[in-house]
Each structure stands twice: as structure tokens, then as C-alpha cells.
């Protein structure tokens, strides 16, 4: 996400490399050229100036010590103020006792059913909490289906009334079965329109003060630019918004709503969605998006993501196989697995500082992973356990099984057993402080 911002402004900023110290003539061409990447990002003009002359104020102020490249320095200020225009902090969905009620709001095509689904799903299986779904947009037929389809998926309960066109009576009706057995949350899927339109902000406007809801968030499709900060901005003003979500921030986002929505309608971005799984929804940080424009990685969120696929039995029964020589291919498979679980592998490599760059313009598709599952499923049991035991025949037989070929075959038991040998390092005293050491040297 954001490759074209962030190459733009890793060039600005490297304009001040090798300086010896910061000053009005060289911050100029860099603050100058910043802003214009902003502009092209479809940040607003007036925010993207904003942004550059506090960045230039602070640059001027900043003391820069010897050891500091001023290009250095330069990031720092950057990042913090990136990181203070989209909020400074994560806000998330408000706790509270007795029943939550949390209406969605939002154009249609923005990914308000999906995002209904998607939190759902994320407060029953990180939170433990009771969750309710509501199908209420009843002008687009398929939504009620589809949120059905969803809710069934994640196992969430969803009430729906198809025999009524009435969103407030549906939405008051599931608020009283929500609250009679003991539902934590009530979320509240509304009707879109193509564009904003008076009918469409009353029947809004009717339910949220039908319901009452602690949260009312604005679901928006963040390739949209600059036109999701202006359609916030009118919900805004009918609806009083406690927060923003930007959906599909996976897609070819140039970073104008995500930059800016946070300064014009001075409400927290609370959550983004960056895929088509129920899983792929995460709590939007300021500091760590800010990180990942400036091609600095997001290694924290690389972190939860993998903490939360972690399984600790699991994790030392490998270690054990490792340490006695015994990891076999279902062990890789079971590892493969647990990766996927994680999100987009490509969003995933961005993550690791530097491997944002070298992943521009390549394509990790999500199915990148089914040729390796077929060629292990194809494997023996006994070939799972000993790689030795495959020879030509055999590689023969396990290629045509899976519908691949020889040579990949061959290429997945090189490496296997290049990532053994390095899992084997690993185990070794002083191994992981090679390891990083090895890293950091490439």
C-alpha cells in the first residue's frame, strides 16, 4: 500500500544525504517536494501545507547531534508528524456494560457488510463477546443474504426481518432481543446509496436516534481519495461519528483519505481492512502506518499477527522435532498453514523494515502456497517424515500426483532442506543472535 507516496518522499528526503546540517536552502526542494507527493496522493491542499510547513518549522528547530545524518533527522520529523496528522494514537471500540450498540454508515460499495461481519467476528474471537449482527439495509435484497452467508461463517448470529422495509422498526426489534438475552454487542448493518442523498441521510438519521448507539462508524472505501473525506465529512455533520474504517487499503490506495480524514472530520480512524477474510481487519495505529509509508516496516503488527496464529504446544513440539532432527513435512505443512492464517503474504513481507521496497511490483497471489500443499499431500506418510527416503522414482510419482512438475519438486526439497539446516542454527547456543546478526549484514 502507499508505494507510489513512499517512494516519493523517501526521494525527497533523500536529497538532504550527506549534508552536514539542515538548513532553509537545502529543506526547501524536500519540503516542496513532499508536499507535492501529498497533493498527488490526493491529500488536500491546504492539509498537505499544513503538514510541510510544521514539518519545516520542526526541522529548523530540530538540534541535529554530529552523529546524525540531517536525512536522518529528517525521517524522525516526518514520521512523528505523518503519525499526528492520522490521529497519534490507535483508538478502538468502546467497552462498556450492558449491551453495545454499534450502527454502520457509509456509501454503498464501501464494504459496510463485510466490515459488520469482519468486527463481529473479531470481538467474538478475540474478546469472548456475545455479538449480534443486523441485516437493516433493506433496499439492496442480497445484503440480507449476504450477512446471513457471513454470519453463519463465523458462527454470529444475525437478525433479520425480510418481510419488513421498515430499518427502524428491524433495528428497534433487534435491540430488544439483544438486550433480553444478554447480547455484549448489537451491530447494526445500514443501507447505501450510490451517492449521498436526503432520503438516504433521514432514514441514517431515524435509526441512530431509534437505537442510540455508543459508536457510529463510518465505513468508507479508502481508494476513493479525497472524495471518501468529503462524503465523511456530510455524514459527519448528520450523524456525529465516533469513528472512521477504511476498507480495501489492500487494493491501489494512494493514501489522500487515510492522511487526511483524520483533519477533517476530527474523529479517530478506528479500523482497516486490508482483504477479503474475516480475519484481514486491523486496528488502525497512526505511528505504525506511518512507519510503513516511510518504507520502515511494521514489525509490532507482524508481531500480533503471528502471536495471535501462535500455538504454544504446538511451538515445542516442533522445537523438539528440530532439536532432535525429526521435523518432517507435515511439521513445514502445519507451518505453511499457520502463515496463511496470518493475512496477505505480500502485506506480510511488507511489514519487515526494508522489504517494502523490494517487494514493489511483485505478485504473491493467495493461492501462492497451493502448489506446496499439493506436492507434500502427495508425499507417503514415511516421505513425510524422512525427506532422504525420496529418490528420481519417487519424485516422479509425488510430481504427477500433485499435477506439478520434477523440477518443482526438486525445488521445494532444496528448500526444505535449506530451512531445516537454518531452523537446526537457531537451536544452537548463540544461534538467534547469529541469525540476526546474519540479517542484518544483507
Do not use: C, W
Amino acid at each position: 500500500m502507499f508505494e507510489n507516496l513512499s517512494d516519493r518522499i523517501e526521494g525527497a528526503i533523500h536529497r538532504l544525504s550527506g549534508r552536514s546540517s539542515i538548513t532553509d536552502i537545502n529543506i526547501a526542494d524536500a519540503v516542496k517536494d513532499i508536499r507535492k507527493a501529498l497533493v498527488e496522493a490526493d491529500v488536500n491542499y491546504k492539509i498537505a501545507k499544513r503538514f510541510t510547513d510544521k514539518v519545516k518549522a520542526d526541522a529548523m528547530g530540530e538540534k541535529v547531534i554530529k552523529a546524525l545524518e540531517p536525512g536522518q533527522a529528517m525521517v524522525k520529523i516526518v514520521r512523528d508528524n505523518m503519525a499526528e496528522l492520522m490521529g497519534g494514537t490507535a483508538s478502538e471500540i468502546v467497552e462498556g456494560s450492558g449491551l453495545q450498540t454499534i450502527l454502520m454508515a457509509g456509501l454503498q460499495g464501501s464494504g459496510k457488510t463485510t466490515f459488520t461481519a469482519k468486527l463481529g467476528n473479531r470481538l467474538k474471537a478475540k474478546k469472548g463477546r456475545k455479538v449480534m449482527l443486523v441485516a437493516a439495509d433493506v433496499h439492496r435484497p442480497a445484503a440480507i443474504d449476504q450477512l446471513q452467508t457471513l454470519g453463519e461463517s463465523i458462527g454470529v448470529e444475525v437478525f433479520a426481518m425480510p418481510e419488513s422495509k421498515d430499518p427502524v422498526y428491524i433495528t428497534k426489534q433487534a435491540q430488544v432481543k439483544a438486550k433480553a438475552e444478554g447480547f455484549n454487542y448489537l451491530m447494526i448493518d445500514t443501507a447505501g446509496r450510490l451517492a449521498i442523498d436526503e432520503v438516504m441521510m433521514d432514514e441514517i438519521r431515524a435509526i441512530h436516534d431509534a437505537v442510540s448507539p455508543q459508536e457510529t462508524l463510518f465505513v468508507v472505501d479508502a481508494m476513493t481519495g479525497q472524495d471518501a473525506v468529503n462524503t465523511a465529512k456530510a455524514f459527519h455533520e448528520v450523524l456525529d461519528l465516533s469513528g472512521v474504517v477504511l476498507t480495501k487499503l489492500d487494493g491501489d490506495t494512494r493514501g489522500g483519505a487515510a492522511l487526511s480524514i483524520r483533519s477533517v472530520v476530527d474523529v479517530p480512524i478506528k479500523f482497516i481492512g486490508t482483504g477479503e477474510k474475516m480475519e484481514a481487519l486491523d486496528v488502525f495505529h497512526p505511528e505504525r502506518m506511518a512507519d510503513r509509508i516511510l518504507g520502515m516496516g511494521d514489525v509490532l503488527t507482524l508481531v500480533e499477527k503471528a502471536q495471535e496464529q501462535f500455538d504454544e504446544a504446538a511451538a515445542r513440539k516442533v522445537s523438539k522435532r528440530i532439536a532432535t532432527n525429526t521435523f518432517g513435512f507435515d511439521d513445514f505443512l502445519d507451518q505453511i498453514r499457520q502463515m496463511k492464517k496470518m493475512g496477505n503474504m505480500k502485506d506480510m513481507m511488507g511489514m519487515i523494515p526494508g522489504m517494502g521496497k523490494a517487494m514493489k511490483g511483485v505478485d504473491i497471489p493467495d493461492d501462492a502456497f497451493v502448489s506446496i500443499e499439493a506436492i507434500i499431500q502427495s508425499m507417503t506418510p514415511a516421505e513425510r517424515r524422512d525427506a532422504k527416503l525420496i529418490n528420481g522414482s519417487r519424485r516422479s510419482r509425488i510430481a504427477m500426483g500433485s499435477g506439478t512438475s520434477v523440477v518443482e519438486v526438486n525445488k521445494l526439497l532444496k528448500q526444505f532442506s535449506g530451512m531445516s539446516k537454518m531452523m537446526k542454527m537457531m537451536q544452537g547456543k548463540g544461534g538467534k543472535a547469529a541469525m540476526m546478526q546474519m540479517m542484518k549484514g544483507r
